[in-house]
Every structure is written in structure tokens, then in C-alpha cells.
């Protein structure tokens, strides 16, 4: 074995073996200097010290007189790079190979051929570990025998995807997670982000990895990025792979409706657009819509349902009453946004029907799980008649609230009959100074004011001194 690695080097490699003795060296000065406990003294058959200068110019010589002095002398000198110099003792063995590890290594090999060490085959195998430039497939089968490896060698983007399709092609978790490590501390978030959308088992194992360590930020954002994904298609596959990923209850229950959601949409959306261009619906040709309802806030998806879509039955996907029940939306949100958009159509007898409710004898009464006055807001915002603001401003209790919002909206007649019902004739009389004295109000007041002096008449003068009449008894409708 020694005869074949002989003929291997040339004679020039003899001048480096002599640069590369005193980096050996070197480094065993280094090694007694760290232990100093080690206290026995390794010499040579000659009996000098192993390791000692006069071992390795002896060492030297005979390899040089073995390989022939005659050839020596017709091959011009080469220069070598400097040998290293001694590091002081402060200098710690590990930061020097950290620092000309190639190049010791290098040394080491060279030296260890030339003084015919019987172990130098595994010497060799261990600096080509090191040192070879392996392959993505070469790195990814070390990993999974567990030899050595570098991951830090794949710098470039296109080198570490490789590397990460390697290691999801072999099925091996270990090695998969272990790639991911190494990416998501040598690459940015978003970068990763946007590379793992494609990749649906490393994205799983990345996930796992991440609730491994407890980095529950980290997995919500990767989430919320993957939101902003514009292709339906792909969003929603990426959605559907997330329906089996370990997500906590309430976060299954959340990435369950996202998907629902988005199917729905795209359901919606191929059949809303093949009857508006066809022309079959009035409700387009009268409205025709502005955008996809695609990829929107499942309110948005609502007020579309009850705009193009109210009144269908509950079985369709489109149904207001559907969604409603699928996505559990409460009765206020949804009173609010159904309410939006049939005032926006100026469905006032949808509307109506929204608030009136009927008891088991046949009764109607109107109830709302938001207080009227607000009702009566969204109402005057939409445009709403005048019949319509007053209807629902005399379903507001609170007097004062009342009183104001009709004066906001011009309901006359809620003011009108809100001070005859409170019997305050002084703010009758001052409320008629505001009104025009052709206008029905003007009469209607007049008249309320002149049954109080009827009423006032029918008295006997001999028992008007005794009564009394408190305010919020007194009835002026007789």
C-alpha cells in the first residue's frame, strides 16, 4: 500500500512535506501545551523524543535519500506558501483548525503517507469528507447513514431548494426537518413562506417543527401569508392541505371556514357570472356587479348574498339563510348586513319584514336585537321616505332620543304626537312657531290645542279651582 501512494506524489511534493512536518509540528506543541496533565514522553526506536526536531529532520532526510537525490536536482525548486508560525499559548487548538482546518488537514494527509502510518486510509476518507463538494442526493444519503455532512456549503437559493426536494423525495422526517432547520435560519421568512406554498410535505413537517419548539407566532403568520395568496385555486389547495395540520381547536374551527368559505365563492361566482352574461337575472341587468366576490370577508359575502340572492331557498349555496347557518353568524350581524343591502335596493317591504315577528294568537309586533335608533340610521343613510324614518323613530322608547332623532329627520308628525302624548302644550305652542301655517302640521297642532281649551270648557267653573290636572294624566285626544 505505501509503494502505491510513493509513485502517486511527484517529486515536488517532497519540499512540501517539509512545510507540512512544521504545521504538524506546530500542532503538537499546541496539544502538550492543552495537556499538561499528559506527562509521559513518547520516543522513537532510536530513542529520541516522537515529535521532537531532530525525529523530523531525521524522518525527512530518509525520505528524501528513498525518492532519490538525482531527480530532485533536475525539477526546478518550488516555493511553498509560509509555514505556520507558533501560536502563543492563549491560542486554543479548535479556533486554529476552525480557522486553516483545509489546509492542516491537507498537511496532515501529506505527512502522515510520508512517515507510512498504517491508519493514513482512514485519514484520507475522513479529509474527503470534509473537503468533498457533495451533491444535494450525495448529502441528503450521508444524512440518512449518519456520516458526516455540511449543510452550510448549499448557499444559493436554488442550491438549498434542491436540497430541501432531495430531502422530501428520500421520506425521511429526520432529514426533512433537518433541511428545514437550516433554511429557515439561512433564509428569510417570507422567501420560505412563498417556497414551502408549493411543497406540501415539507410545509406539514415545518409546521410540526414549529409546534415542536412552541413558536405559535411564527405558525399563525405563516398562516396569514398564505392568505394573501390572489389564485383561488391554489389558495384553496393550500387551505385543504391545512384541514389535516395539528392547528389547535379553535384554529381548526378557523382554517375550516376559510376553506368553506372559499369554495363557496368560487361556486357563487361561476354561476353569478354565467347568468349575468347571459342576461337572465334582472338584477344584474339592473345592478350589475362592480367585483368578484371572490376572496372576500365573509360579511362581503353575505351582503352579496342578500343583495343578488335574497329569498332563495335554504339548500343553495348563495342562500343568505345558508350562510348564515354554516358560518353561524349571530342574529345581530346578520339583521345589520341584511338590513344594509335591501335598504340599498329600497326593498322596504323586505325590510319591514325583517323586524315584524307574530305570536301564537296572530299578533304582529316588531322587534330588533339592535336598538331602533340605529336602525333608523342606516335607513336615512340609504335614502330612505320620510313614512319609512317615521315609522321607526316612533319605535324608539326613549323619549328624549326619540324626540331628537325627529327633529334630525324632519319627522313632524313623531314630534307632533310625542308632545300630545307627553301633554305639554307649551312645547306645542313653541313647535308650531317652526312649522309653516299652510302646512298640514301647523293644523294638525291647532287642532290638538283646541280640544285642550274645549276640554278645559266642559269644566265647571265651580270645581275648576279643586282639580287638579297633573301633566301626565291629563288626556287632550277627548
Same mark, same amino acid.
Not at 442550491?159 to 433564509?187: C, M, P, R
Not at 310625542?418 to 305652542?429: E, F, G, P, V
Given at each position: 500500500?505505501?509503494?502505491?501512494?510513493?509513485?502517486?506524489?511527484?517529486?515536488?511534493?517532497?519540499?512540501?512535506?517539509?512545510?507540512?512536518?512544521?504545521?504538524?509540528?506546530?500542532?503538537?506543541?499546541?496539544?502538550?501545551?492543552?495537556?499538561?496533565?499528559?506527562?509521559?514522553?513518547?520516543?522513537?526506536?532510536?530513542?529520541?523524543?516522537?515529535?521532537?526536531?531532530?525525529?523530523?529532520?531525521?524522518?525527512?532526510?530518509?525520505?528524501?535519500?528513498?525518492?532519490?537525490?538525482?531527480? %530532485?536536482?533536475?525539477?526546478?525548486?518550488?516555493?511553498?506558501?509560509?509555514?505556520?508560525?507558533?501560536?502563543?499559548?492563549?491560542?486554543?487548538?479548535?479556533?486554529?483548525?476552525?480557522?486553516?482546518?483545509?489546509?492542516?488537514?491537507?498537511?496532515?494527509?501529506?505527512?502522515?503517507?510520508?512517515?507510512?502510518?498504517?491508519?493514513?486510509?482512514?485519514?484520507?476518507?475522513?479529509?474527503?469528507?470534509?473537503?468533498?463538494?457533495?451533491?444535494?442526493?450525495?448529502?441528503?444519503?450521508?444524512?440518512?447513514?449518519?456520516?458526516?455532512?455540511?449543510?452550510?456549503?448549499?448557499?444559493?437559493?436554488?442550491?438549498?431548494?434542491?436540497?430541501?426536494?432531495?430531502?422530501?423525495?428520500?421520506?425521511?422526517?429526520?432529514?426533512?426537518?433537518?433541511?428545514?432547520?437550516?433554511?429557515?435560519?439561512?433564509?428569510?421568512?417570507?422567501?420560505?413562506?412563498?417556497?414551502?406554498?408549493?411543497?406540501?410535505?415539507?410545509?406539514?413537517?415545518?409546521?410540526?417543527?414549529?409546534?415542536?419548539?412552541?413558536?405559535?407566532?411564527?405558525?399563525?403568520?405563516?398562516?396569514?401569508?398564505?392568505?394573501?395568496?390572489?389564485?383561488?385555486?391554489?389558495?384553496?389547495?393550500?387551505?385543504?392541505?391545512?384541514?389535516?395540520?395539528?392547528?389547535?381547536? %379553535?384554529?381548526?374551527?378557523?382554517?375550516? %371556514?376559510?376553506?368553506?368559505?372559499?369554495?363557496?365563492?368560487?361556486?357563487?361566482?361561476?354561476?353569478?357570472?354565467?347568468?349575468?352574461?347571459?342576461?337572465?337575472? %334582472?338584477?344584474?341587468?339592473?345592478?350589475?356587479?362592480?367585483?368578484?366576490?371572490?376572496?372576500?370577508?365573509?360579511?362581503?359575502?353575505?351582503?352579496?348574498?342578500?343583495?343578488?340572492?335574497?329569498?332563495?331557498?335554504?339548500?343553495?349555496?348563495?342562500?343568505?339563510?345558508?350562510?348564515?347557518?354554516?358560518?353561524?353568524?349571530?342574529?345581530?350581524?346578520?339583521?345589520?348586513?341584511?338590513?344594509?343591502?335591501?335598504?340599498?335596493?329600497?326593498?322596504?317591504?323586505?325590510?319591514?319584514?325583517?323586524?315584524?315577528?307574530?305570536?301564537?294568537?296572530?299578533?304582529?309586533?316588531?322587534?330588533?336585537?339592535?336598538?331602533?335608533?340605529?336602525?333608523?340610521?342606516?335607513?336615512?343613510?340609504?335614502?330612505?321616505?320620510?313614512?319609512?324614518?317615521?315609522?321607526?323613530?316612533?319605535?324608539?322608547?326613549?323619549?328624549?332620543?326619540?324626540?331628537?332623532?325627529?327633529?334630525?329627520?324632519?319627522?313632524?308628525?313623531?314630534?307632533?304626537?310625542?308632545?300630545?302624548?307627553?301633554?305639554?302644550?307649551?312645547?306645542?305652542?313653541?313647535?308650531?312657531?317652526?312649522?309653516?301655517?299652510?302646512?298640514?302640521?301647523?293644523?294638525?297642532?291647532?287642532?290638538?290645542?283646541?280640544?285642550?281649551?274645549?276640554?278645559?270648557?266642559?269644566?265647571?267653573?265651580?270645581?275648576?279651582?279643586?282639580?287638579?290636572?297633573?301633566?301626565?294624566?291629563?288626556?287632550?285626544?277627548?
Amino acid at each position: 500500500m505505501w509503494r502505491e501512494h510513493k509513485h502517486v506524489f511527484s517529486i515536488s511534493n517532497v519540499f512540501k512535506l517539509k512545510e507540512s512536518k512544521r504545521a504538524v509540528n506546530s500542532i503538537r506543541s499546541l496539544v502538550e501545551e492543552e495537556d499538561e496533565e499528559d506527562d509521559v514522553e513518547k520516543v522513537s526506536w532510536s530513542g529520541e523524543p516522537v515529535g521532537s526536531i531532530s525525529w523530523s529532520v531525521k524522518e525527512t532526510e530518509s525520505s528524501i535519500r528513498s525518492t532519490g537525490e538525482v531527480r %530532485d536536482q533536475s525539477f526546478p525548486k518550488i516555493h511553498t506558501a509560509p509555514s505556520l508560525p507558533k501560536n502563543s499559548s492563549g491560542y486554543s487548538l479548535s479556533s486554529l483548525f476552525k480557522e486553516h482546518s483545509e489546509k492542516l488537514l491537507t498537511s496532515l494527509i501529506l505527512y502522515l503517507l510520508d512517515c507510512r502510518w498504517s491508519v493514513h486510509d482512514d485519514v484520507i476518507l475522513l479529509w474527503q469528507d470534509y473537503v468533498s463538494d457533495w451533491t444535494p442526493e450525495e448529502t441528503v444519503k450521508r444524512m440518512q447513514q449518519g456520516k458526516v455532512y455540511s449543510l452550510e456549503k448549499f448557499r444559493s437559493l436554488q442550491d438549498k431548494l434542491l436540497l430541501l426536494d432531495e430531502a422530501v423525495n428520500a421520506h425521511d422526517g429526520n432529514v426533512i426537518t433537518a433541511v428545514l432547520i437550516y433554511l429557515k435560519k439561512s433564509l428569510s421568512k417570507e422567501i420560505l413562506f412563498r417556497e414551502l406554498i408549493t411543497r406540501e410535505i415539507a410545509l406539514r413537517h415545518y409546521i410540526h417543527y414549529l409546534k415542536e419548539i412552541g413558536e405559535q407566532k411564527l405558525l399563525v403568520e405563516l398562516f396569514k401569508d398564505h392568505l394573501n395568496v390572489r389564485d383561488e385555486n391554489k389558495r384553496r389547495d393550500f387551505l385543504k392541505n391545512c384541514l389535516s395540520f395539528p392547528f389547535s381547536p %379553535d384554529d381548526a374551527t378557523h382554517v375550516q %371556514d376559510h376553506y368553506t368559505l372559499l369554495e363557496r365563492q368560487i361556486i357563487i361566482e361561476a354561476n353569478d357570472k354565467q347568468v349575468e352574461s347571459s342576461g337572465q337575472a %334582472d338584477i344584474f341587468k339592473k345592478y350589475p356587479r362592480k367585483a368578484s366576490i371572490l376572496n372576500m370577508p365573509i360579511i362581503t359575502t353575505l351582503y352579496y348574498s342578500c343583495f343578488y340572492h335574497y329569498g332563495e331557498s335554504d339548500g343553495t349555496f348563495s342562500s343568505p339563510a345558508n350562510i348564515r347557518k354554516t358560518f353561524r353568524i349571530s342574529d345581530k350581524q346578520f339583521l345589520l348586513t341584511c338590513l344594509g343591502a335591501r335598504a340599498k335596493l329600497k326593498a322596504w317591504f323586505d325590510v319591514d319584514a325583517l323586524f315584524t315577528t307574530k305570536n301564537w294568537l296572530g299578533y304582529t309586533k316588531k322587534r330588533s336585537p339592535i336598538g331602533f335608533h340605529r336602525i333608523v340610521d342606516i335607513l336615512q343613510k340609504n335614502n330612505a321616505p320620510v313614512q319609512v324614518l317615521q315609522d321607526y323613530v316612533n319605535l324608539v322608547e326613549d323619549v328624549e332620543q326619540k324626540i331628537s332623532l325627529a327633529q334630525k329627520y324632519k319627522c313632524h308628525d313623531v314630534i307632533i304626537n310625542t308632545y300630545r302624548d307627553l301633554k305639554d302644550r307649551q312645547q306645542l305652542i313653541v313647535y308650531r312657531g317652526k312649522v309653516e301655517r299652510s302646512s298640514s302640521e301647523y293644523r294638525k297642532i291647532e287642532e290638538i290645542l283646541s280640544n285642550s281649551v274645549r276640554l278645559w270648557g266642559e269644566v265647571s267653573p265651580r270645581y275648576r279651582s279643586r282639580i287638579c290636572f297633573p301633566s301626565s294624566k291629563l288626556n287632550l285626544n277627548h
